[in-house]
């Protein structure tokens, strides 16, 4: 059965850059008579924000979102991340680290999509005791390519341009990759739609699916919003948090902004609608292709 979803992380209130990968995921699903799932993604503790998770459903609730079973939370599932770490490193793709930030900025010459390349260097020398240790993936060199029902194919060289990542944190937390793969297969998604920031980690997760034996789902990245700075939408270049009062123009612009052409009667309609324009009208092939897009007003 079709399986989309939703996976915020609470770190403020949803704003219109989130909207608008909700609205996707959720039409998407509606489209093929799926399930639409809502996951809150609060793997992250330290950078959870107080009460943003409930502030954050309440939107979707008064957006007019109907999520399908039980919200998820990261933050209890860490049994299955470990089950998941365990498999990794029965296969031997696994090794400690104990390299600061600063040892990996100061023996690393090589800029990748995300950063520093690691060097490798706990891989290949000793370990040094005592020290808090992150988990890592090894990452060959193989071509990792998939297509992207928007944004066409993607082609990653991991260990060139991305290097071997972690997947447990020296303070414990799994990290984001290994979490969002783990539940994506465990709740059984089989089509993920979000926004394109996510395009480059893409295919560390497909990596990590096929060395796991999970079913890679198929992907549609929507294009972020941006500021006229050209900065993505995000709770960090303080982009204002959704208004409900309002809910019925705002998801109109979210149509816009995704391709639909919602024509101009609608935009005064109601919240209900809006939606059902929105369901009888939505066509993810209208979504723009591109990673990025400026939110005109
Ligand atoms: N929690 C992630 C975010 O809010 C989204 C993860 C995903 O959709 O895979 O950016
Ligand atoms: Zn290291």
């Known amino acids: 059965m079709y399986t989309g979803r939703f996976a915020p992380s609470p770190t403020g209130p949803l704003h219109f850059g989130s909207l608008v990968a909700a609205v996707a995921s959720y039409l998407e699903a ?52 470990a089950t998941a770490l365990k498999q990794l490193n029965a296969q031997q793709l696994i090794y400690p680290c104990t390299c600061t930030r600063k040892e990996i900025a100061d023996s690393s ?23 808090a240790m992150a988990l890592r993936i090894r990452t060959d060199n193989r071509e990792c390519s998939f297509t992207d029902a928007i944004q066409g194919t993607i082609t990653q060289y991991l260990a060139t341009q991305v290097g071997d990542f972690i997947l447990k944190r020296a303070d414990g937390l799994f990290a984001y990759q290994l979490a969002v793969v783990a539940d994506d297969a465990q709740q059984e998604v089989t089509h993920i739609v979000r926004g394109a920031d996510l395009l480059d980690s893409t295919p560390r997760q497909i990596y990590l699916q096929q060395c796991l034996g999970y079913q890679t789902p198929h992907y549609a990245h929507v294009p972020v919003a941006s500021n006229a700075a050209g900065e993505k939408l995000s709770k960090q270049t303080l982009a204002s948090a959704l208004d409900e009062a309002n ?4 998801l109109f612009h979210a149509l816009s902004f995704l391709g639909q052409n919602p024509p101009a009667e609608i935009k005064n309609a109601t919240l209900s609608e809006v939606w059902r324009w929105a369901f009888t009208y939505w066509q993810l092939s209208q979504a723009p292709k591109t990673r990025s897009l400026h939110l005109s007003d």
């Open 247 to 250: 809910a019925n123009y705002q």
């Open 109 to 131: 010459h090589q800029i990748g999509i995300d950063g520093m390349i690691y060097p490798r260097t706990c891989l290949n020398h000793p370990l040094k005791s005592n020290a």
């Open 30 to 81: 509606k489209k093929h008579q799926g399930r639409w799932l809502v996951r809150m993604e609060d793997v992250d503790k330290p950078r959870e924000v107080k009460g943003a998770a409930d502030t954050i459903l309440h939107q979707l609730e008064d957006f007019g979102f109907e999520w399908d079973g039980a919200v998820v939370y990261q933050s209890q599932r860490n049994d299955i991340y």
